[in-house]
């Protein structure tokens, strides 16, 4: 075995994880503060500004209280579970970034720096779905070990939520992979570029499953208006209610890993990645062009993110029986009907601008039966004759 050319192979990967490991715990933590800063706007107030110039060490300091807090263990709690439980759900929000690419990255394998930590699978696609939907098990069991009704409700809640939210999720991405010919996250961005920047982002053939992405995702995160496992009205912390301290924060930092996560994905199947109007395609130019590449990527995803964040201010939380109405009744059908007329154009080989229509008259005439279905439900009251 030649430990030179197993050296040359690996150090990249070292380095993809190592930037991985050293942005994530950051990103946690200033994600807090720019979504405290993004309410405080929302709601007319200043937000944090003591700590630091604009308080920019705020963050900084909320870590340093919570590393110092005291680690308090119920006694009625499952010990061993009960700590391995926001491992899990950390891990596995980090395994999913492995095969993310975080800038630009070329479709076929090269040595040397790369942005992502396993280059040219032909199905990161799936197996970052796979890992990611691991996720359930840290809340189900962290609910489950915590020997708490609250807790068990929230952790019930997540399991429903999870497996109703993974099939219109799987569903909408199908058409970016049949359009797309691959499974490779890599492939699917380099299909998006185009000489005149943006005609050929999939957000103009496939914006209705955009949107069925984009919700089941934010369901995934747990975010609002999909919160019910951990509601405080309801449920005082949901599946956290009996964690503190740094194990809380473990459960804190996989919910933001999972934001950033769905953002970078969202760019980089719809949104072109890191392709732009004025920005050259190619991924093997000089630094200069690798860092407005990244550049265009990082202000992309930080825009998904900033809206993810506003929408928890401007959206009330679903009762979880329109929770699972909107999935089951939803997004599903629109789906399946989304993939169906998708398949019927590429196996013709017909224009694809018929589908933005299609989407659009979809999305319209599922909000009207929707609306529909709703006022036909309203018992009206009986009638008194005199």
């Not at 329109?322 to 989304?338: D, E, R, V």
Request: hydrophobic share 55%; charged share 10%; aromatic share 14%.
């Amino acid at each position: 075995m030649n430990w030179y050319d197993v050296w040359i192979t690996l150090w990249p990967t070292l380095v993809a994880i190592g930037i991985i490991l050293a942005v994530v715990p950051v990103v946690g933590l200033y994600a807090t503060f720019i979504e405290r800063k993004l309410a405080a706007a929302v709601q007319d107030r200043l937000g944090p500004n003591r700590v630091g110039p604009f308080g920019l060490f705020q963050a900084i300091a909320d870590g340093i209280k919570i590393f110092l807090k005291e680690q308090v263990i119920p006694t009625h709690v499952h010990t061993f579970v009960y700590m391995l439980a926001p491992c899990i759900s950390l891990m596995t929000a980090m395994f999913a970034l492995c095969v993310l690419p975080y800038g630009p990255t070329p479709t076929k394998y090269e040595s040397g720096l790369r942005f992502v930590v396993m280059p040219g699978l032909d199905v990161s696609l799936l197996i970052m779905f796979a890992i990611s939907s691991l996720s359930a098990y840290g809340i189900i069991l962290g609910g489950w070990a915590s020997n708490n009704k609250y807790s068990l409700y929230g952790a019930i809640r997540s399991c429903a939520q999870f497996i109703s939210y993974e099939i219109p999720l799987g569903l909408s991405v199908i058409g970016v992979v049949l359009v797309a010919g691959s499974m490779n996250i890599e492939t699917i961005v380099a299909t998006q570029a185009s000489s005149n920047g943006i005609s050929n982002w999939n957000i103009w053939w496939q914006p209705l499953a955009l949107i069925i992405f984009f919700t089941s995702a934010l369901a995934e995160t747990n975010r609002l208006p999909f919160d019910l496992p951990e509601c405080e009205q309801e449920l005082v912390g949901g599946f956290h209610t009996e964690y503190g301290g740094i194990k809380f924060v473990l459960f804190f930092l996989a919910e933001y890993t999972h934001v950033v996560t769905v953002s970078f994905l969202t760019t980089l199947l719809f949104f072109g990645g890191w392709h732009f109007p004025g920005v050259p395609s190619e991924v093997t130019g000089s630094f200069g062009l690798l860092a407005l590449q990244m550049l265009v990527l990082l202000v992309k995803v930080s825009g998904v993110v900033c809206f993810i964040m506003l929408l928890r201010w401007a959206l009330p939380r679903f009762r979880f029986d329109q929770l699972m109405g909107l999935a089951w009744k939803g997004l599903i059908p629109l789906a399946m009907l989304n993939l169906v007329f998708l398949a019927i154009i590429e196996s013709n080989q017909w224009p694809r601008w018929p589908l933005a229509i299609l989407s659009v008259l979809l999305f319209v005439g599922g909000g009207y039966w929707s609306a529909w279905q709703a006022r036909s439900s309203i018992v009206k009251p009986a009638t008194v004759l005199t």
